[in-house]
């Protein structure tokens, strides 16, 4: 009696059948689910290769329209970094299986665009536009914070270990020009833009 009702136990186990008719579905929903989550990511990607793609042309223009040293070596620095930045991406690309494209990004050329109009519409040779550049090229640096931190995370979500580990180690990057810049503008430039304002004032 007792085998008897441990094999009705395995037969009732048998449920695995209907259990098993549920997990294809939930598999298959999950692979969906994914499916979509892995287009978004690559979608971003090629947004963000984009963008990294234009700033290599944009970083230049900026370099030669500042003033302080500080500030284009630091602008010439970060060409290199970004340059690297975009042989990164084309390795994530790689370890997805993709081929490395670009899609335009709306937000890097409203970006450039400000930058430029900054450029326009400040003097040659001082501090006052040192700073205006300075403040540009934050706001890049913090839309790129925000992309690769998010893409970071997706590919962490995703089981992408080592994508993840790329994306972050440009993420660490992006930080570090920021707060380069900050220190640029904080040391010197800052103060030396104000004292423009006041000779302006005084005349």
Not at 29 to 47: C, I, P, R, W, Y
Not at 94 to 99: A, H, N
Not at 125 to 148: F, L, N, P, W
Request: glycine residues 6%; negative net charge.
């Amino acid at each position: 009696m007792p085998k008897q009702a441990s094999t009705s136990k395995r037969t009732s186990s048998g449920k695995s059948a209907s259990g098993s008719k549920s997990s294809p579905a939930n598999a298959e929903k999950q692979q969906q689910s994914n499916t979509m989550l892995e287009k978004f990511m690559v979608d971003s990607l090629k947004d963000i290769y984009w963008a990294e793609k234009h700033l290599t042309k944009a970083l230049p223009k900026l370099e030669k329209a500042a003033t302080s040293p500080e500030l284009k070596q630091a602008l010439q620095d970060h060409l290199t970094v970004t340059e690297e930045q975009m042989a990164r991406l084309e390795q994530v690309f790689e370890l997805m299986g993709k081929k490395a494209q670009a899609k335009k990004c709306d937000a890097m050329e409203g970006l450039s665009k400000e930058a430029d109009g900054i450029v326009e519409e400040t003097e040659a040779g001082t501090m006052t536009r040192d700073v205006g550049i300075i403040i540009a090229c934050q706001k890049i640096e913090h839309y790129e914070i925000a992309s690769y931190g998010g893409l970071a995370q997706l590919a962490t979500t995703m089981g992408l270990t080592e994508v993840a580990e790329l994306l972050e180690q440009t993420l660490q990057e992006e930080k570090e020009a920021d707060e380069m810049l900050t220190s640029i503008a904080e040391n010197d430039i800052n103060y030396q833009a104000e004292e423009e304002g006041g000779e302006a004032s005084d005349d």
